[in-house]
């Protein structure tokens, strides 16, 4: 079947614009989590959601980041006035339930000039 | 502060000998202890996980050694091919929340 996707791939923007990157995750997965992979750099943790709501939002750096899963399905994470920092790749992962395995998406590739 | 430390950043092994990946975590909370391997473009993949009651779990040429009173843990892959070139990260869970170490990035010799 098909695994979790994110898109778009690659995102290039402009110090200072928003950005939304979406996830689709595995279908009937009620868990959904998104991590930020700086370069050389294991994933850290952002946000997850249990359904629709967001169980744990503690790896969020600041109130410029925000996501949300209104249906319980797909997921958008929202990055205001970005800053050359935001700089990552942005991976998505889904699980059938809380404590189960998690599978990534390819990432989004973020660059913030 | 770290709370999984990775070593060694990166690996070179001959095809057909033994990779060895270390990590150590502080967090006695930790109840559950993945291996992922991520290859370049691609999203991390489980490789394989242990929890804290097993000393060592085997999966083909993958194996885990745990040592729960050292808090440490460790990746063996035996047979070492150049298709297990990638990097690979240790992880230990906490409230559902997985914290990665650093990575290894592992090239195999053909």
């Known amino acids: 079947g098909a695994g979790v996707s994110q898109t778009p791939s690659n995102k290039v923007t402009e110090k200072g614009k928003y950005v939304e990157l979406r996830c689709d995750p595995i279908?009937?997965?009620?868990?959904l989590y998104w991590y930020r992979q700086s370069l050389g750099q294991g994933p850290e943790f952002l946000i997850y959601?249990?359904?629709?709501?967001?169980?744990?939002d503690s790896g969020l750096p600041n109130d410029r980041f925000f996501a949300v899963r209104p249906e319980g399905s797909v997921s958008t994470l929202k990055i205001q006035r970005t800053e050359r920092g935001d700089s990552a790749m942005y991976l998505c992962?889904?699980?059938?339930?809380?404590?189960?395995?998690?599978?990534f998406g390819p990432g989004t590739r973020l660059t913030v000039l | 502060q770290q709370q999984v430390k990775q070593s060694p950043q990166s690996l070179i092994v001959q095809k057909g000998g033994i990779s060895i990946i270390n990590c150590a975590y502080e967090?006695?909370?930790?109840?559950?202890f993945p291996w992922y391997q991520q290859f370049p473009g691609k999203g991390p993949a489980l490789l394989i996980a242990?929890?804290?009651?097993?000393s060592e779990k085997k999966e083909g040429r993958f194996t885990i050694s745990f040592n729960k009173s050292a808090k440490q843990f460790s990746l063996h892959i035996m047979d070492s091919q150049p298709g297990d070139s990638a990097t690979y990260f240790c992880?230990?869970?906490?409230?559902?929340?997985?914290?990665f170490g650093k990575g290894t990035r592992l090239h195999i010799l053909p």
């Open positions: 992880a230990a869970r906490k409230d559902d929340k997985i914290i």
């Open positions: 959601f249990q359904g629709t709501g967001a169980a744990d």
């Open positions: 967090n006695t909370a930790f109840d559950y």
């Open positions: 992962a889904s699980s059938s339930a809380n404590y189960n395995e998690q599978f």
């Open positions: 279908s009937g997965h009620t868990a």
């Open positions: 242990i929890r804290p009651d097993v």
